[in-house]
């Protein structure tokens, strides 16, 4: 069976994406600090898949850690979920995002040389495309990030280039995600911030089961139908099924893929407030403030090339992702807390 290391695994995409691999036949085996995430996840992903799932607790900067689990496992391949993905803490401590975000990149890519697995999915964001000056970003926008986060993914993204070239036997495949929304349709797995959630849907979810007393919509002075931000929210499952789709793709015929994954159809904030109270029956409060720091008014992906080589395109709208949202959300209040 082709066993696969999941960095990030308990996190909020990797979790999805583990319970889709464990589906589709792969072994999983997951590496992750808890950092942003709780262990009792682990128990959840076996329990949807109905597989056992190893899990790893600790860091991918420690080589030493990486070296066992390579000299334990002959892995296929590995999807690299681990990172920092906070944007306004990135600008407010730059040192700890290179570090985690790079450095850890670098020793993970390192030690995958060393035990000769040469197979990787990376992570990306549509972050790097920065601010093109027109709204469909295709993979050819140009990269231009505009903060510490971005340039993260950025600079992976380059290593990972730098190394297909210096090492052609390397097939990897940079998945620049649009805005992952959404949870499992069980309500056993979601997205779970730790803190006050930077994102939209997460707040909005708190908003709606009283954890939060209203939302703050930020900005309605863009220049976009009803002057709130637009962007292309995705079903984490439609995500974590282009990670499957890419692993499968992946090969002599693609060694280098480079893809959007994203829906084409962008949302306003109001609208995805009115969705989730069709979907949740709840009224949302909320009140219009300033803009919010480095946001754009309107983004979406071109997702068209991963549609031509993955065969892969995003299928569930925007009801099932404040349905499933909604689902999880209440029949987990505190997140995993109830663990
Ligand atoms: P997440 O925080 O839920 O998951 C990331 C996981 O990585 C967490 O479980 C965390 O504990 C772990 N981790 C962080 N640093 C680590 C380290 N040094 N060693 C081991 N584990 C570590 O985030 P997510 O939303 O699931 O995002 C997964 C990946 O996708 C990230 O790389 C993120 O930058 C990228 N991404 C996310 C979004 C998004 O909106 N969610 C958008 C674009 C790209
Ligand atoms: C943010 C990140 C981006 C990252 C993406 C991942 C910033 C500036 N950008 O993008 O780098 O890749 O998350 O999902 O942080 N909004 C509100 N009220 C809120 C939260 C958000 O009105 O409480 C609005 C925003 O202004 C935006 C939209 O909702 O118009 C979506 O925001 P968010 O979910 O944070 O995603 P992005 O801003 O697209």
Same mark, same amino acid.
């Given at each position: 069976m082709r066993k696969v290391l999941v960095t990030g695994g308990t996190g909020y995409i990797g979790s999805h994406t583990a319970i889709q691999l464990a589906n589709a036949g792969f072994e999983v085996v997951i590496l992750d600090? @808890? =950092?942003?995430s709780s262990k009792g996840v682990v128990a959840r992903i076996e329990? @949807? =898949?109905k597989r056992q799932v190893d899990f790893i607790e600790g860091d991918i900067?420690?080589?030493e850690l990486l070296r066992n689990i390579f000299s334990q496992h002959t892995f296929d391949s590995v999807i690299h979920f681990a990172g920092l993905k906070a944007v306004g803490e990135s600008e407010e401590q730059p040192l700890r995002y290179f570090d985690n975000n790079v450095? %850890? =990149?670098i020793v993970l890519f390192d030690e995958m040389i060393k035990a000769g697995v040469y197979k990787l999915i990376f992570s990306s964001s549509a972050t790097v495309y %920065?601010?093109? %000056?027109?709204v469909c970003y295709s993979e050819n926008t140009p990269l231009a990030p505009i903060n510490v986060y971005g340039r993260t993914k950025l600079m992976v993204e380059d290593i990972l280039r730098d190394l297909k070239k210096s090492q052609p036997k390397w097939q990897i495949a940079l998945l620049r995600y649009f805005n992952p929304v959404g949870a499992h349709e069980s309500g056993r797995i979601g997205e779970n911030p730790f803190g006050v959630p930077n994102n939209l849907m997460p707040f909005i979810s708190q908003v709606a089961i009283g954890r939060r007393s209203k939302l703050m919509v930020y900005g309605n002075d863009y220049a976009t139908p009803d002057g709130t931000g637009l962007r292309d929210y995705i079903h984490v499952e439609d995500l974590a099924a282009g990670h499957v789709a890419a692993l499968k793709? @992946?090969?002599d015929v693609n060694p280098f893929i480079t893809l959007n994954l994203g829906t084409g159809k962008p949302y306003s904030v109001l609208e995805m407030i009115s969705a989730f109270e069709r979907a949740s029956?709840?009224?949302i409060p909320y009140e219009i403030? %300033?803009?919010r720091a480095g946001d754009l008014s309107e983004y979406y992906a071109n997702a068209d090339l991963a549609k031509e080589i993955l065969g892969w395109q995003a299928k569930l709208g925007i009801d099932r992702m404040c349905a499933d949202t909604w689902c999880w959300q209440k029949s987990n209040p505190e997140g995993y807390g109830i663990d």
């Open positions: 600090n @808890l =950092s942003n329990e @949807l =898949s900067r420690d080589h450095s %850890g =990149s %920065g601010d093109p %000056g027109y793709t @992946l090969g029956g709840i009224k403030v %300033g803009r």
